[in-house]
């Protein structure tokens, strides 16, 4: 029953994306292409990503929780930012409304991590004989990188597509998508600082994601009051 | 030409590609054997054939959940590997499944780790006697019975202790692990056992010179010292024969070392030649010193004064044992009784006689003077066993370990059989003369006995699984080189009556597994996750509407067509 338990897991880290982009008017609008851009944007972040942690960063002994090296870690998150931007602002999209484009993008982003950080685990270990809960954990940890990455493309987009904003709203946006920015550093803190286990950290990101994406999607609209 | 070199081109670019792929399709196939919950060396029992009649644990591979002692009355084992630990082993329930034929899935037998030559060491073992006779009845009941299912023997260790407790509390709850229960699954992935392929018996014969005396056309009277040095037992893998016949070995080698101490001055040596033999196939009914004695030449035969042949002097207290199978009053055995008894009452032990008859048409051979006896030859085996052992009793067992060996007692053993030589040899009998005295340069080395048993209970010596240039007979040979002027091996083949077959030791994963019933659930637990997240989306995106319309168009299009 291996392959079985793989593929619950595959569809627990993979099928949220395919139900978000063919649930919502993404499907009907044929985002496909943005979507597939952004993920190839995200591929392209991670090597720089990787070549400059392979630079700067030492390797430490034990799995204890050092300040410089997670404040290098989260300045070299900011490259994640970095490509958010890029894959935002400029890849040529068709004639995409804004509430679409940062839908795409954030799908196509979540997609690409996926894939690159769960797939080869799950190949892995999931179709062993060994039972453990780390893959079904692993892939509720992917639903709450998708809500994330929407919500951090939702604000992303704001940030930078939007020019008129009401102007009470903007330090919040920007407190918001800090915060969700600097989610990694946040989960390997409490991993590894506090001591805390896998299940309860997917539990906290769980749970954040949710508030944030309900954040964001207030904002959202609050912005989008003016325009309309 | 230009396309011939553009292909050869690239097939020289497609070339490292095609081994990095081999290399990441290994790696995708091996990772996954490298994830279970516990592994563990496990050693199988013996698989032979005699005279064609199976016998042992006819298969290897194993595949099946594990359960305990503990398991539900009525419960079908035909799937199911029964975990024993050795402290709660009932023999009579062992029997009857293996007696009854009952049928199961395989028998994993948890020995104590102080047994384990390889971890335990010398601590010192608890209740040794019942844990001997325990392990005895158990080995005599597996070695005689055909057991259609594989048979492990592993030892204890934190890992398997953590498993069974489990397991045992998941038995108590009335569940046994089956596919659909979830639980523990023993997995050994062997091929199945082949047949060892013309098993070879290596005997070793040491000569040392007696000095013979200028003018003097007759041969010198020869001395034989023998001592068989092969094991036999449940777990093939596991036998290593303390004492028998570890004992016997590590006191050839001593005596060959105090002769030839003696012998290698003109001055001290005696007037017999000294002949030492270790011989294989000594549970087989001592077939290879049957081979070795026929290899003589018939002159040599008749010129063999008597032989002593050593078998299990490690174990005793007070009482060591000669056995012969002429009758007492027959002058050549008095003439050695009475010259062992006078060193051993020197020595303060005592001495007994035991006298067998050999039954000529009875192919058992319970000592292996009865083969000496057999071709004429005097001989009695030297032996803290009192009473003839049956077949493949008292080989090397599962408990013959270094903790069942006394260095004291194959000390005093090797002081009364050299003393006992050397005062025929130079012609002291009667006399109080010590010439292996303590203190002296001919002293016993208790250090040497020492060293050599503590290798001896490290190396299992079944002969079918010992090749013709094993290192162990290898370092016999060499050390028996060392003592003796000339060293012959002779190589036989095992009689045809024996087959054994291989695969003794391997490793057992255990994996901790989730049932069917538990993915049955989490494949709907995930269905209707998804669902419920598309008709969230759909709400919240598009709107009520759209979702009710999903389910609608099927319906409005035939409404079209009619």
């Known amino acids: ?228 | 030409m230009a396309t011939s070199k553009k292909s050869g081109g690239l097939r020289d670019l497609l070339e490292p590609m095609y081994s990095v792929i081999a290399l990441l399709f290994i790696l995708v196939a091996c990772v996954e054997l490298c994830d279970a919950a516990a592994a563990v060396d496990v050693y199988r029992l013996i698989q032979y054939d005699m005279s064609g009649s199976p016998f042992g644990s006819r298969f290897a591979a194993l595949n099946h959940h594990a359960s305990s002692l503990r398991f539900p009355p009525g419960a079908d084992l035909s799937r199911t590997v029964l975990i024993i630990p050795l402290r709660e082993l009932n023999i009579t329930f062992v029997r009857e499944y293996i007696t009854q034929k009952k049928p199961l899935g395989g028998l994993l037998f948890l020995l104590p780790e102080v047994l384990s030559f390889k971890h335990g060491g010398n601590k010192q073992v608890h209740e040794k006697e019942k844990m001997k006779k325990l392990l005895a009845e158990l080995e005599q009941l597996l070695v005689n019975s055909n057991i259609p299912y594989p048979v492990y023997f592993a030892f204890e260790n934190d890992d398997i202790d953590t498993v069974l407790t489990e397991i045992k509390k998941n038995d108590a709850m009335g569940q046994p692990a089956t596919a659909t229960t979830g639980g523990y699954k023993l997995v050994i992935p062997t091929a199945e056992p082949k047949k060892v392929a013309s098993p070879t018996i290596t005997n070793i014969q040491g000569w040392l010179s007696g000095l013979k005396a200028d003018g003097d056309a007759n041969q010198l009277p020869t001395i034989a010292i023998v001592a068989s040095y092969d094991t036999f037992g449940a777990a093939p893998a596991l036998s290593v024969g303390g004492d028998s016949n570890g004992s016997g070995i590590v006191a050839l080698l001593e005596i060959a070392r105090l002769f030839s101490l003696l012998y290698s001055n003109p001055k001290t040596r005696g007037r017999y030649n000294l002949l030492f033999g270790l011989t294989s196939g000594g549970p087989y009914n001592y077939n290879g010193t049957q081979k070795w004695l026929r290899s003589f030449d018939q002159r040599l035969r008749e010129s063999i004064d008597y032989a002593i042949c050593l078998n299990s002097i490690g174990s005793w207290d007070n009482e060591l044992w000669i056995h012969v199978s002429k009758p007492p009053e027959n002058a050549y055995i008095k003439q050695i009784f009475e010259g062992f008894s006078n060193v051993a009452e020197e020595l303060d032990l005592k001495v007994g006689l035991k006298h067998k008859k050999i039954n000529i048409s009875n192919p058992r051979v319970a000592w292996e003077h009865e083969q000496f006896s057999r071709l004429r030859v005097t001989a009695a085996t030297l032996s803290g066993l009192s009473v003839a052992p049956e077949l493949f009793e008292s080989t090397g067992g599962l408990f013959d370990g270094r903790q069942y060996v006394n260095e004291t007692a194959i000390f005093r053993g090797v002081k009364l059989v050299a003393e006992s030589l050397a005062r025929h040899i130079y012609g002291h009998q009667g006399k109080d003369v010590q010439i292996f005295a303590d203190e002296s340069s001919l002293a016993v080395n208790p250090a040497y006995i020492r060293s050599w048993l503590d290798l001896l209970s490290q190396t299992p010596r079944v002969a079918p699984f010992l090749s013709k240039n094993d290192p162990f007979v290898m370092a016999l040979k060499k050390e028996l080189a060392d003592h003796a002027d000339e060293v012959n091996v002779q190589h036989e083949n095992l009689e045809g009556i024996f087959t054994f077959y291989d695969s003794t030791s391997t490793r057992l994963n255990i994996y901790q597994v989730a049932s069917v019933t538990f993915d049955l659930l989490l494949l709907l637990v995930l269905g209707s996750y998804l669902i419920v997240l598309f008709c969230f989306l759909v709400i919240t995106t598009r709107g009520v509407d759209d979702l009710i319309s999903l389910f609608r168009r099927p319906p409005s299009r035939k409404v079209k067509t009619a």
Request: aromatic share 14%; charged share 10%.
């Open chain 1, 1 to 228: 029953m291996t392959m079985f338990h793989f593929f619950n897991c595959a569809i627990l880290t993979f099928g949220p994306h395919a139900v978000y982009y063919s649930a919502t008017p993404l499907s009907e609008y044929d985002t496909l292409g943005t979507s597939i851009k952004a993920a190839l944007v995200y591929l392209g972040t991670a090597l720089v990503k990787l070549v400059c942690l392979a630079t700067f960063l030492q390797v430490s002994e034990n799995d204890g929780f050092d300040p410089y090296q997670e404040l290098l870690k989260a300045l070299i998150g900011f490259i994640d930012v970095a490509g958010l931007y890029f894959a935002l602002t400029q890849l040529t999209h068709r004639n995409i409304s804004q509430n679409h484009k940062f839908q795409a993008v954030g799908l196509g982003w979540a997609f690409a991590d996926s894939v690159l950080h769960r797939l080869a685990p799950l190949w892995v270990g999931a179709r062993g004989l060994e039972f453990t809960w780390d893959y079904i954990l692993q892939g509720l940890e992917a639903n709450a990188n998708l809500v994330l990455s929407i919500s951090l493309a939702a604000l992303g987009s704001l940030i930078w597509l939007r020019k008129n904003k009401p102007k009470t709203l903007i330090p919040i946006i920007y407190a918001c998508a800090g915060i969700v920015a600097t989610m990694p550093s946040i989960t390997s803190y409490l991993r590894r600082g506090l001591g805390w286990h896998f299940p309860k950290v997917v539990g906290f990101e769980l749970f954040t994601s949710l508030v944030m994406a309900f954040i964001s999607w207030q904002l959202f609209s609050a912005c989008q009051r003016p325009s309309t």
